[in-house]
């Protein structure tokens, strides 16, 4: 887990100074994300469990489909609640690439729980040819390098939702490339992906979504929390204790 945090931190890292960079080349213009209300904000905020298991069944129902996780893997699942039972059973539903046997072929086998999720495509080349030209991001730190924390102002599941429940008709007049979507929440409004999600459950399969691929990213967002109350009552502590001293101190002066 140490390792898996150290390398989420750094692809953060990455993905938050390409999205910068896209942004400040990007011509200028103000798009509001909605902001949602999440479990898991603030010092007292918790991942729900079932909101989690419901976000990564629509993950492999929908998502996964075209986006990758690659820093992902099966075990993790057990992490949000699911059996060691159940992830196997998870992993099992899949066919994975492995190899070379002794013939020195790759072969196809059934995947196991310490296996990364399996991509929907070979490569990127293979990603383009399916979707137009357009590269499906990988959505492992998705929900980290969209959200404005830092420098936007809103949460990466905040963006998530939006874009998922932003497809609407574009108005009068606007010209929509060949291929494109509109999308009222997404930078220029024109999208490559289609609407992913719609009907009765698109708020709920939008928000539980957006739950788990925010605890993809930051796996120990509750911890850090913990650690971060845990610093705010030491130096809460710490100040009256010295309030305290300061004053029998210069009591005894005057």
């Known amino acids: 887990m140490k390792k ?5 931190n750094g692809m953060a890292i990455v993905s938050a100074v390409v999205a910068v960079l896209f942004i400040a080349a990007a011509p200028h213009e103000e798009v509001h994300i909605p902001k949602e209300e999440w479990s898991f904000q603030g010092f007292f905020g918790k991942f729900k469990q079932d909101e989690l298991k419901a976000g990564f069944q629509v993950y492999k129902d929908v998502c996964s489909a075209c986006h990758s996780m690659n820093l992902m893997s099966y075990r993790n699942l057990e992490q949000i609640g699911f059996t060691a039972d159940e992830v196997k059973e998870i992993a099992a539903s899949v066919q994975v690439t492995d190899g070379p046997n002794e013939a020195g072929e790759m072969f196809e086998r059934a995947g196991k729980a310490s296996d990364a999720f399996k991509a929907p495509f070979p490569n990127e080349q293979a990603a383009r040819a399916a979707n137009n030209g357009a590269l499906p991001p990988d959505l492992s ?10 420098f936007l102002g809103y949460e990466g599941a905040d963006y998530i939702h939006a874009i998922l429940t932003g497809y609407v008709e574009p108005p009068a007049g606007f010209k929509l490339g060949e291929g494109m979507n509109y999308n009222e929440y997404f930078r220029g409004h024109q999208i490559a992906m289609p609407q992913p999600l719609s009907g009765d459950e698109l708020e709920k399969q939008s928000h539980d979504v957006a739950v788990f691929l925010t605890w993809a990213g930051e796996p120990n967002l509750e911890s850090r929390h913990l650690t971060g109350l845990k ?6 502590v710490f100040t009256l204790l010295f309030y305290a001293v300061k004053r029998k101190v210069w009591s005894k002066i005057h």
């Open 141 to 150: 730190l998705i929900a980290r390098s969209r959200g404005g924390k830092g």
């Open 231 to 236: 610093a705010v009552l030491f130096l809460v």
């Open 4 to 8: 898996r945090s150290i390398l989420l």
